[in-house]
């Protein structure tokens, strides 16, 4: 049986008199890829904010089993037309003090070109960001948090403002470096069809926890008409985001 990393218990998250989180409890283990859904409002950020210290303004009790190290891509992130800094200048920077800016060290840049060969975007490393597409901003904060050589990594929407045949591709993505470097993962989205086929384990979030489990197990027509609405269902696609979690 796989370790537990974390335990959310009885979370409650709100503003004023507004109710945004009630009574949220569950467990993240290692090697989970965990998808957190719910309608917009519903919370989602709110948790995965709360989960990595960066909220504090929450009741009940979260409890890392663990320490581990632990990386965060936000929704997305993006620049005007022509902004001059070039995606290796971005690393360098995003680094911080350990190495001169100017004059940084072979070691640490063949580090973020390696990075960026994970993610299938070496060749940018001398582009602007104010260049790149939706697509390969994600894909170059994907490398971003590799960096740190993470165990646990949170993605906020990985593939929010992309069209879909690249958002196909981003989730392949993410299952080919889950595989790889053997991360645990947590993941906001609003594809239903792709936590399904993706992830091993689903929160359902509308104030409540509504369910929670694997997705095949908890996202049923009646749990999914109580996060979503009436209209809300799931189809079941077989192709090649659908993976073996056994």
Same mark, same amino acid.
């Given at each position: ?49 709360? #989960? ?5 303004? @929450? ?6 089993? =663990? +320490? *581990?190290?632990?990386?965060? &891509? ?89 069209? #879909? ?5 981003? @989730? ?6 889950? =595989? +790889? *470097?053997?991360?645990?993962? &947590? ?60």
């Amino acid at each position: 049986m796989a370790e537990k990393i974390i335990s959310v218990k009885n979370l409650g998250f709100g503003f004023g008199k507004k109710q945004i989180l009630k009574n949220v409890s569950f467990d993240i283990s290692e090697g989970d890829i965990l998808a957190i859904i719910g309608p917009n409002g519903a919370g989602k950020t709110i948790l995965i904010r709360s #989960i990595l210290g960066l909220n504090d303004n @929450y009741t009940g009790d979260i409890v890392w089993h =663990k +320490k *581990l190290e632990t990386s965060y &891509v936000p929704q997305k992130m993006s620049f005007e037309k022509g902004f001059p800094l070039t995606v290796k200048e971005f690393f360098l920077f995003e680094i911080g003090n350990d190495l001169n800016f100017w004059f940084p060290n072979k070691k640490k840049e063949d580090e973020i070109k390696q990075r960026l060969d994970d993610v299938k975007i070496g060749h940018l490393l001398n582009e602007r960001l104010g260049d790149l597409s939706q697509g390969e901003m994600q894909r170059m904060l994907i490398a971003r948090s590799l960096l740190e050589n993470p165990k646990i990594i949170f993605f906020d929407e990985p593939a929010a403002g992309i069209d #879909i045949s690249t958002e196909e591709t981003v @989730y392949n993505l993410l299952y080919d470096l889950y =595989k +790889k *470097l053997g991360l645990t993962m &947590v993941m906001v989205s609003h594809e239903l069809s792709v936590v399904y086929r993706f992830a091993t384990k689903v929160v359902c979030l509308n104030k409540d926890l509504v369910c929670q489990g694997t997705p095949q197990e908890a996202l049923t027509p009646e749990t999914l008409q109580e996060v979503f609405g009436h209209h809300a269902s799931v189809h079941r696609h077989i192709n090649n985001l659908e993976h073996d979690h056994q």
